[in-house]
């Protein structure tokens, strides 16, 4: 008997033991968040290139620009002088034009069709080239600054002898022939 009380204050102990000893509840882990340092967003340069103006049309005061935006050429009727509101508004643009360019001096030119004489068309071309010389001159434009010439029927722009032609060659031609830019 004593055995077996021995046996079963073992077994009390042991089971004693075992009941007080139980495993502590083991603490919350606590995982910290990584600190994140925020470093300001580099700042973005922009740099524009600047490409070099490629001008797209004439160069001012030149030639072309003279040609083209302005109008070197006047027409006349058969047998005239007289200038008409066409006629006029070029030469408008002309002396606008040149008192732009105070430098350029210009060459007018009195041109006929191939009908009638040698003669009579170096009268009626110098009388175009001087109602051309005239007008310019009205407009402000310094007469020391412009030459004429008749160059009659000997140079003729379109070559052909019908109406189309022949209108085309009845012309106040102004040339420019010094001062001019480019």
Excluded: H
């Excluded at 350029?104 to 009579?120: F, H, M, P, Q, S």
């Excluded at 009388?127 to 029927?153: E, F, H």
């Amino acid at each position: 008997m004593r055995k077996l009380m021995m046996t079963s204050a073992s077994i009390a102990l042991f089971v004693g033991v075992a009941a007080c000893s139980s495993t502590p509840e083991p603490e919350p882990v606590v995982v910290e968040e990584p600190v994140v340092v925020e470093e300001p967003e580099p700042e973005v340069v922009v740099v524009e290139e600047t490409l070099p103006v490629v001008p797209t049309g004439p160069v001012e005061g030149s030639l072309e620009d003279f040609q083209v935006n302005v109008g070197d050429r006047v027409y006349f009727d058969l047998d005239q002088y007289r200038l008409s509101a066409d006629a006029q508004g070029i030469l408008q643009r002309q002396a606008a034009w040149l008192s732009s360019y105070p430098d350029v001096n210009i060459l007018v030119a009195g041109n006929c069709d191939e009908r009638g004489t040698r003669e009579y068309n170096l009268a009626l071309g110098e009388r175009r080239a001087s109602v051309v010389k005239n007008y310019l001159v009205d407009l402000g434009v310094d007469p020391a600054r412009i030459q004429t010439v008749s160059y009659g029927k000997e140079r003729p722009l379109a070559l052909g002898s019908n109406e189309a032609s022949w209108a085309q060659n009845r012309n106040g031609f102004t040339q420019l022939i010094s001062g001019v830019v480019g």
